[in-house]
């Protein structure tokens, strides 16, 4: 094999010259360090606020991961220009008959590759040390830099100039392989993603490589595994180059020891891919198996722990604990099951007292008593166990999927995944860790039993490691010497945890209650930002506190809140039975170290951004440093009072909005540690009572509505409609839908409750109820047999009815009318309003009478909103007094089909009547249903699909045919939204409240057009005659942005525009009117035209079908096909 | 023998015979190996430089087996290969250093005094900052000879080496040559320029669709040919008949008529006369008439 090193030394030398005397290179080393100072000027030298993560460790992967792209482009360029340079100019072919081997030529030329794109990085690397170090000084985590660029960089670049290569060697074509190896990496970004848990992520676009200050990278030997596969399988390429270079060797078996190495090299890479494929799947057998487990043992030995001292002693890495449990089994029992990670060895098990064996099977723990353990009677048990917690054990209920997937912070940077931390510096078990015993299993698919979680009574005892300090849930004190350290809740709670680490607290102490912020290590102290407000932060932490206590309705219930930095890694999921995220738990929140992805807790980028704004904005703004900083802290406070953000994606080119749970929003901490109410056969039913007393997010606007075609619940609503209630609630893919589902299904579940005693008289009285029991268990049971004596109504119909799919009424809505009747005293208002439920289904109805300014209303006592309930083919009408006329009746359908799901009858549309009398207020039952027409009128509605066509769309490409095929599939909902900037190519279902239907008020819309798609409305008539036809408007819904243009049309009749083609085309409609063959042309200015029905002319017809044909041809924004109206005249 | 050829034959893999049964010995000196476009010439020469592997036969270049000892071959080897034009962006003396270096003269000082001698001696040391790809056509072949001869190689390859260039570069051209070849070194000279070889060669082979067809000095080519060469003087319809039935080589209008060369085995009548042959005759008679028997 005799490598001559002198030999690829020699060609490497002479080979870099050329490389970088060739343009390409030249422009891409001059784009790649332009870009680094611009990055670097951009986020280091500017104001641009970026977290102290970043600026200590993350910097370098920010500025490898933009290089790695482009180099991975660029080198498979000039690798292969290499070797198409070779095989065409005879010069190469006097270096071919020099004595050097075929190996030192290639490897020699690779390297010139490897190596001018190294010297690059390091320049880049180089550019984003200097600059840290200008702006931050020395402080900087200078191995993170070699760390990306071995990770990073070189298996990168190795393997695509490997595989480049080998591909033109064998392809002999430079166009076929840069296409190829083009796609590839293409693919590799746009679409690979985490297929096979990243495995084809050569270039690390997505893997998870985000390094925390505190405890390095998530996950590295696997990191490492993998960035191995791909530089074993890269340097096992270039050696395969040796034994296919059209060179002849120079000796008959000089190839052999290279064929071998390149063998082993590729076998290693593959390996390498193997085992990274493998471990991910082991940990799924794994969790797999853990859940067949607990599904075998889901129905054995429920218990309730009462007490739980746990005695924690760290050494290293490793934890020994001994828990002192006092445990009642739910039932009498024989057996008993608790859970602990299985990580932990099992030392002993004792039960002073009682005769017992016990089991370990993986993180499940069996004890059998020789004889039955009696219903609640307590149990005192010791356990001692200890060693390394295995994360495999944490969100058992989550898919691999959704494991798997990328946690994308500040928009590129991936970040790893971590449940738990132990390792000598730093311990971070949470209750999803499962570090102490808890009785029960840790999930099963097949019982909800796994989810009930029980208040407790926790202490923790704990002797860290040297120079650490340990963090949990209580009031703390250490002995004297500071070596341990207890913590006592002062009451039960829901579960504890245990953080032990270098940690540097902050506290202040405001009205008895101490609040502590935990840093972790010195390296950047966040809250010395506030020294100078330091007497001013009591008063706004009390403020905050009062407010927050207001909006929650309910007091704070802990002696203490900690906020307790945690790595970056740390993630959570959301769980449908519970609006709790891992992020809070009892008295403390757990935040990513100095704020990483959170721009509320970065105090000092904070108050460099606000001051860099400040001084932007100098004569506008005056604020003082000390107002900024108020300001600042208000902001992070004000943070958690915040439910969620709106988070936009797209999909098959259809914008969505949704709601993305803010986890540290406060909710939990003032009701989820605080109350529970539990059921084994009802996993939910906290949730539920939780969704009825607390208050609720605001998840439903008219904004989101129009953005996503339907709102969250009218989507839920759909699914109930189809699906099981159990697969909603816990399908993945819906997990936006599931907590809009369960609302929707308790409103309805204590519905006929709220029909009795009305809806606001029992959210009242069973938050009184449930909150009488703060720190304790109650049971569901209790809850429901209160409920019965309260109201008289036994829910057990409901409860049979829960799971399965929801039975979705149906309501025609009448117009609303109201009659002012002239009494002695006053002018009373008899507002009316009729439902008929056209379903088989029983259903009910909210409906709220909504005043603009609420005194209006009269009575303040009085309820504006009610609950009816309307029977299968039943009408109703519900007739109420007012003082003034309501602005609007907002009427809820609960679970029902109709769309818009929620709608405001606004006053204006209302009929309106003088009379003598009123009627009595009430809800009566109505003969003959909701008829909303008048006689003689005939109305044709897009959702008639008998009577309505639309013209084919022009699109008939076989790609485009795909993708909407592809659309149709995926869109489980039929409705899209509508956007002012959105062109719709082809007709558009969407729905609105401004739209006319039935109980489907919907439309169909398209972009204006040469007027080759069209509408039409067939109508058939059975008399002949004169009539007038209608069209139906709604330009409230899709003219926002025109209303300013209507005004000034109002004042300027001929407001034209040019269509694209340059002619002149106006605002209107353009209608074509008749019956056979012939039609008349008929436009109408929708500047002008009102909300409703819209003349459009009068005709006489014969008695046979009238066509209303709309086309797309106009100069307005869109155009909207709705509905027609025909009204005969009267001779 | 410098070069043992014996029973060379190769195929390429489409079936076509470009070399068929080679037998030649080579000695020190000049080589010229002369044959038409296509004779076999530069595959042979591929062959002897080791870019190629023969299907058949046995080579010896200098004792060494050049299907087995391959890098001892290319270790005493020069080759200027027939279109060496195309540089890749390297200067003259870079290019020259790089070639020097992959032969082996590790030691950088003792290489950039011999880059410098041989580029003082094919005149290149004014140009050797130039980039190689913008020196004339006789510059860049005069590098090309550097490279080959840079490390003293015992072989020599030139594979067409005058082709296209003008008289004074390629005197000057075969001039390096035959100093090169004072040396006690080998040099295989293939061309199908016959003044080529006449002007330098000592020995010679003639190679025609892929045989060889003479070996010898290029005195004894011309002795073969004695008495094959004819002059006649013919009118235009007997041109005309002549140049069907023989190798017509020179024709010059005389009156109303030609003065023709041909070459013929026997006379072609119209009152011949046998003429002193040159090797351009030889190589039509080798080439059109004994190749053909």
Redesign the interface.
Known sequence: MGLGI??IL??SK?ET??LV??WFFKVFAFLAVFTAIILGAIYILTQFPQPEVVNRSVIPYMFLLIMNVGQAVVSVFLASEYLK?DK????S?????????NAEYLIGKMWATLKVFFILDFAVAMIALIMSLIKFGFALDYLSYLWYFLLLSVPTLVFIVGLSTTLMLILNNQAITMVILLAYIGVTLFYIDNLYYYLFDYIGFNLPMLKSVVTGFSGLSRLINHRMCYLLLGIGLILTDVSLFH??????YSLLPWRIAAAVFLAGGLYAGYRHVHMYKVDEKYRADMVELDNKYVHIGGAVARSCELTVTQSGDSLSVRADMTVSPKEDASQLVFTLNPGFRINSITAPGHSMKYERLMHLIILTFDATLPEDEPLNLIMEYGGMADERICYLDISAEKLIENVKALSRLNVGKRYLFQDREYTMLTPESYWYPRPGVAYSDQSPEWQMSYFTDFTVNVTPNPGLKPISQGLCTANEDSTSYSFKPESSLPSISLLIGDYNPKSITVDSTLYTVWELGHWDDQFEVFDSIRDTVPYIIRDRRRNMEYQADMAYPFKRFQIVEVPVQFTSYKRVWTSAYEQLQPEMALVHERGFDMREFQFRNMKRSWTGRNNWNRRNNNMSEKEILVNILINSINFMMQSGNMSGSSRNGQWTMTQVDNPYFYRPLFYNFRYNVYSSDWPMANRMVESMTAENNARNNNWMRRMNGLSEDEKALILMGKYDFDRIMSDPEWEDLADNALELKTKDFFAPVSVAVGYESLVDSLSAKTRERAFANVSFDSILDWVQSYSGISLEDKIEAWNGTAQLACYKIGTPQITTVTTDTADIYQAEVTFENISDNPGFVNVEFVFYETENAGDEDKPTSMMVSVGPHETRRIVTHWFNIPSYIRVNTMLSSNLPHEINLNNTDWSTFEGTELTAEGVYNVRGGVDNTLPGEIIVDNEDSNLFSLSRPLRTGYLSKWIDKAKEKKNEFMYEGFSDWRTYSQWTLVTDQNLYGDYIRSAYLISPGDGGQYARWSIPLEVAGVYDVYYYAAPNMYENNNRNRRWNNNNNNNWNNNNNNGRRVTNDYNFEIGQFNTSDHVSMNMWRAEEGWNLLGTFRFEADTVRVTLNNRSGIRIIVADAVRLVKRER | MSISIKGLSHYYPNGKRALTDINLEIPSGMFGLLGPNGAGKSTLMRILVTLMEPTEGQIDVCGYDIRTQRKEVRRILGYLPQDFRFFAKYKVREFLEYAAALSGMTNSSQRGKAVDEMLEQVGLYEARDRYAQNLSGGMKRRLGIAQALIHKPQVLVVDEPTTGLDPEERIRFRNLLSEASSKDTTIILSTHIVGDISSSCTEMAMLNQGQVLFRGSPAGMLKETEGKVWRLKVTNEQYAEINQKYAVISTIPHGLGWDLQVVSKESPGYDAVSYPPNLEHAYVYFTEIRDKE
């Open positions: 002198t030999n020699i060609v002479y010259k050329l005397r060739g340079r065409q100019l005879d010069t072919e006097v270096f071919y008959t020099r004595p050097l081997s060179r002849l060797a120079n000796s008959r």
